[in-house]
């Protein structure tokens, strides 16, 4: 429990640390991976180079602090952490090198100003967190191990199948190298891929695009440009190569509604929405399957999907695509605004609207399904990356 001097010290030193709080991550992660170089392979270069991972963490620690008494409000913010870290199956000897660097960063910007009875006061919020988050990611690791095929930590898994499934995306068919079952896993849910690339461990989260019950699990990747590691499992990886899983986690998953389901994804977001189709559609759910792609050859899942809408009466499917081929004359051509969405969307039913794309396209969704007035509670979406402001 933090201490009632603790607390009054946070409540006025707050509004500086959240006017300097990106300032202080910059400071923080090349001073963590300068002190303790193992623990870079935890975090996605990638997301480091754009910032959008030092942004997330200032929001994470100005939004806790500012809750310290109302710490029920962060609770969606706190399962999508403890998810992530679960998957990159981050461990308690973590907490202690993430804050001696938080308060040495802290220091370093803030100079003679950060006392030690400030650093005290922010240490003791932080150890707060820490075992809040140790907690509950125990509760996850204990529950994934429990469940039939399940485990906790790494496992090793054989690449058994790839897959082209358009110009720039393709699909990757893992099985266990011990032959022994997979764990159930929930549709929307990721995995964490860990490799060996040149030397150095790298971990990225991928989504399970498959339906479960399963043998195998299966996840889709686009081939991003300059993308080190998704041009090495285009590249290299190959059918009979091994690499490491963590236990699927995740909390943007289908839900156990009766209510109209629409998926709704651009490019590569397509994948967490390709798990949940089948599923929703065999519980009886009418399901509306939007989808933006560039155009015909960069659309994934098209075959698949057309092939469901052939079997199943109760799913609706609307494809789009923004710079259209010569001979994608039947598919509509633009975006979707939310002009297209309001002729789309089964309003007058208050449908369950789960999304994932490119930033903008999220944005735009985003958006647009506020003005159409579909309420809150039934919005669901969820970053590849990094948390990131949508409004």
């Known amino acids: 429990m933090l201490s009632s001097q603790s607390r009054e010290i946070i409540a006025a030193t707050l509004p500086a640390v959240k006017e300097h709080a990106r300032d202080i991550t910059e400071v923080f992660y090349p001073l963590m991976f300068s002190r303790y170089p193992q623990v870079k392979a935890y975090f996605n270069q990638a997301h480091q180079e754009k910032g959008t991972q030092r ?200 839900n156990d509604s009766d209510r109209p389901l629409v998926l709704l994804s651009g490019g590569v977001g397509v994948t967490p929405t390709i798990s949940m189709l089948r599923p929703a559609l065999e519980k009886g759910r009418e399901v509306h399957f939007i989808h933006g792609a560039l155009n015909s050859a960069c659309h994934a899942f098209k075959g698949l999907v057309d092939k469901l809408k052939a079997e199943y009466d109760n799913l609706h499917v609307s494809y789009c695509y923004s710079e259209p081929l010569p001979h994608d004359q039947e598919v509509a051509a633009g975006f979707f605004d939310q002009q297209r969405l309001a002729s789309l969307l089964p309003l007058e039913k208050s449908p369950d609207v789960y999304f994932l794309g490119p930033k903008p396209f999220m944005q735009s969704c985003y958006q647009s399904l506020n003005a159409l007035n579909v309420p809150k509670e039934q919005i669901r979406y969820e970053f590849f990356g990094p948390l990131e402001e949508l409004a």
């Open 55 to 254: 942004q997330a963490l200032a929001n994470a620690v100005v939004a806790y602090a500012s809750n310290l008494d109302r710490l029920e409000l962060l609770g969606d913010a706190v399962s999508l952490i403890v998810h992530k870290h679960a998957s990159l199956n981050i461990l308690p000897e973590h907490y202690p090198i993430v804050g001696e660097c938080l308060l040495a960063a802290i220091k370093e910007v803030f100079g003679d100003v950060a006392t030690d009875e400030v650093l005290n006061a922010w240490g003791e919020a932080y150890q707060q967190l820490a075992d809040i988050l140790i907690g509950a990611e125990e509760s996850v690791y204990q529950a994934n191990e429990q469940k039939p095929g399940g485990w906790r930590g790494e496992r090793e898994f054989r690449l058994v199948r790839k897959e082209r499934e358009s110009e720039v995306i393709t699909s990757f068919y893992f099985e266990p190298s011990d032959g022994q079952p997979v764990a159930e896993f929930l549709p929307g849910q990721y995995t964490s891929l860990v490799l060996e690339i040149d030397g150095e461990t790298t971990r990225r989260n991928y989504s399970l695009s498959d339906s479960p019950n399963t043998p195998y699990y299966r996840i889709s990747v686009k081939r991003e440009a300059g993308g080190r590691v998704s041009n090495y499992l285009h590249d290299t990886l190959n059918p009979g190569d091994r690499v490491r899983l963590t236990p699927p986690c995740g909390d943007f998953v289908l």
